[in-house]
């Protein structure tokens, strides 16, 4: 088992930024794919950004040049730096582990219990 622990979320004004943490309880460099997942009220759980075992990184179209995805293998932790935050980017984001490069809601191996996300004035 794998646990997922998000942190970061919180209340922040368009135009602003933050920075989500996703903390693994195992050596994430044994990892394929780690990356995040939203889901806003009423809508779908969708793909935000997803980074491999060696470093190839995938971003929505949505989020593409404003949100950006690392890790720290010292520290098994996944981080998602959101930049130019918009109030469509409010949702609940959640961390995954996944076997494949391209994830869908049936390939995910485990879930974080999320952590929300809102922008607003």
């Known amino acids: 088992q794998v646990q997922l622990v998000e942190s970061g979320g919180g209340l922040v004004q368009p135009g602003g930024s933050l920075r989500l943490s996703c903390a693994a309880s195992?050596?994430?460099?044994?990892?394929?794919?780690m990356g995040w997942f939203r889901q806003a009220p009423g809508k779908q759980r969708d793909m935000v950004a997803t980074?491999?075992?060696?470093?190839?990184?995938n971003y929505a179209d949505s989020v593409t040049g404003r949100f950006t995805i690392s890790r720290d293998n010292a520290k098994n932790t996944v981080y998602l730096q959101m930049k130019s935050l918009k109030p469509e980017d409010t949702a609940v984001y959640y961390c995954?582990?996944?076997?494949?490069?391209?994830?869908?809601?049936?390939?995910?191996?485990?879930w974080g219990q999320g952590t929300q996300v809102t922008v607003s004035s």
């Open positions: 995954m582990t996944s076997y494949s490069t391209t994830p869908t809601m049936k390939s995910i191996s485990y």
């Open positions: 195992v050596n994430i460099n044994s990892i394929y794919v």
């Open positions: 980074i491999t075992i060696g470093g190839t990184t």
